[in-house]
């Protein structure tokens, strides 16, 4: 899902970077230094999953982790996915330095819209939480892809054929993901349920 | 109240063990080199270009558009890749030729080929040096010379030149193929711990200047 150096116009890329820089500003705002930790290990799993390749299907695609990252952090996933894409092209030369806003406007922008949408529903009875997350997985590397479909139209292409194929390419993705994070909020629910979003209000990070 | 900070402590530990765990079996299950970025390799053979492209992890872009452009941007030719990733070409020009790869959904690799790798024509012969470095032979160059001309042996040398480096050629195109080590995956992290220590630091400033001010109350 990392579009490649040389591929987009000028202004895209500007507007890209100036809505990550607002987003990673808000993030910044709401993560606090008590969460500074479990964003950590979020960014450095995110940073790990984009290894993960998916062998299915017509195209190259790998795991992106943005639905479980979204969850846990809202709008702290702006600077912890930012973090991770950087390292991501310097070190794997994935993507690439100036498409850097618009790459994590790609995957960080669906992560904090299914934190709005499912944040709440996660740590309602079981029942409701864990198809909740398993869409939430699903959905959040949909509009990814949708986001990218987004971003190539004002470059070269059509927007539903492309958008028709990064979504195709990312199905295998979509219902791995959903698993994952059903997994993932299945196994915070038990052992640390403040963690997930709607629970966060209840009991404070630290108590004494 | 200190059994509830500790069963605390407990959990974190396994929280944290469990996550590193989780690291560690994601760069095991990556297995050799998977990678998500696309690049095209070009080489020229005889009067033809040879192309060769591949996504990371070494799945070959099939039906990919290879656009030839000249360093003035110009296009020259464009083409889609075959079923082996492979798209081959006439030189249609002698200059340097930058090769693009568009892969659809973003994905874009390029390579350069500079005018020096196709031979030009402008370029002197290398007559004078043939004959002085063959000095001692310099009968039997004189016979070869009178019965085929120095053209053919030239084109006779570089055909069979090609296909005794086409094998070469494949291993260059093969181990050219870098893939992140587990040296960058661990880098990566000490990068992100790196940032968390920032934090920290600030954190404890913070903290620390707030019991001062509370000293000083």
Known sequence: MHISEGVLSGPVLIAGIAFAAAGTAIGLKKLDYDRIPRAAILSASFFVASLIHVPIGPSSVHLILNGIVGLILGWGAFPVILVALTLQAILFQFGGITTLGVNTMIMALPAVFCYYLFGRLVSKRSHIALPAAFVCGALSVFLGAVMVGLALTFTEENFLKVSYLVVIAHLPVMIIEGIITVFCVAFLRKVQPDMLPGNSEKTPPYAP | ?217
């Open chain 2, 1 to 217: 109240m200190r059994t509830n900070g500790l069963t605390r402590n407990r959990m974190c530990c396994r929280k944290v063990f469990g996550s590193m765990l989780f690291m560690v079996a994601c760069v095991v299950w990556t297995g050799p080199a998977m990678a998500h970025r696309v690049t095209i390799f070009a080489w020229v053979e005889g009067d033809k270009i040879f192309t060769e492209s591949k996504f990371g992890g070494g799945k070959l872009v099939k039906g990919g558009e290879v656009i030839v452009y000249d360093l003035t941007g110009k296009q020259l030719l464009e083409g889609k890749t075959d079923e082996r990733g492979e798209f081959s070409f006439k030189i249609p020009k002698k200059t340097a030729m930058k090769i693009v790869l568009q892969a659809g959904m973003g994905h874009r690799g390029e390579w350069t080929i500079p005018a020096s790798e196709l031979g030009g024509t402008s370029e002197p012969n290398p007559r004078p040096t043939v004959s002085q470095k063959t000095g001692s032979k310099m009968p039997e160059v004189q016979a070869a010379k009178s019965s085929v001309s120095l053209e053919q042996i030239r084109r006779v040398v570089e055909q069979s030149l090609d296909q005794r480096l086409k094998p070469v050629i494949k291993i260059l195109v093969e181990s050219r193929e870098s893939s992140p080590t587990a040296r960058d995956v661990f880098g990566g992290i000490g990068y992100i711990l790196g940032l968390v220590g920032v934090g920290a630091y600030f954190n404890y400033r913070r903290k620390s200047a707030e019991i001062e001010g509370k000293k000083t109350d």
